[in-house]
């Protein structure tokens, strides 16, 4: 199990109603919009592509490092970014490290977003 | 009407089905990954769900930058990057320069995010 300790907490209960339903808190938006900024890097977005379209299953670190002309180091970076905000969490077994997504931080980002609200009440 | 010649055109309609459908190509991931930026910053968050939260209705530019203790040049880039986005589109009438967002194009980033479908495998 890799260690958690040094990562800090995020509160993704807290965060956030639909944005068509209430304007954004200041404490909301910053913790959005770390969020958001991890997801506005291409490699990223490509790696957390790759363990989400796993569907609910593990990728190995090993797999995602074969998937991309970059180095060890540098995809060992996204993927912290990608720890660090919640969207994805893993478990060292034996000489790799396994990732997944976490849906429930997805969930919350995509419901954020969602204007639904809004195109109903412009239809 | 304030000219969009200058704008790069988003082609919001080519990208992209929901991650955890299928990963995500090198150009899907660019262009997801400037959207993603742009929602990268606490303020263009907070300037972007105003206008959300509006449910569809225009927002003067004055009054977003009543709501905010900026300049009125720093919240016109923000509106701006928002706008190059996709996220948002205005119109100018008269003095004053109205804002509303682009339901589809917050539709498409929200549905990429969805993680339903993973979550239904998981469970």
Redesign the interface.
Known sequence: MVSRKSLPVIDTAACCAP??????S?EG??E???A???????????V???I??R??GEVCVCEITDAFDLTGPTISYHLRQLRESGLVDCERRGTWVYYW?V?GR??G???F???????E??S
Request: aromatic share 2%; glycine share 4%; charged share 20%.
């Open positions: 944005m068509v339903a209430e304007a954004l200041p938006a910053t959005l919009a770390r958001f900024k991890v997801l506005g890097d291409p490699v990223r977005l490509r957390l592509s790759l989400a379209a569907n609910g997504i849906p997805l969930a980002l995509s419901q977003l969602d204007p639904s609200d809004a195109a009440e412009m």
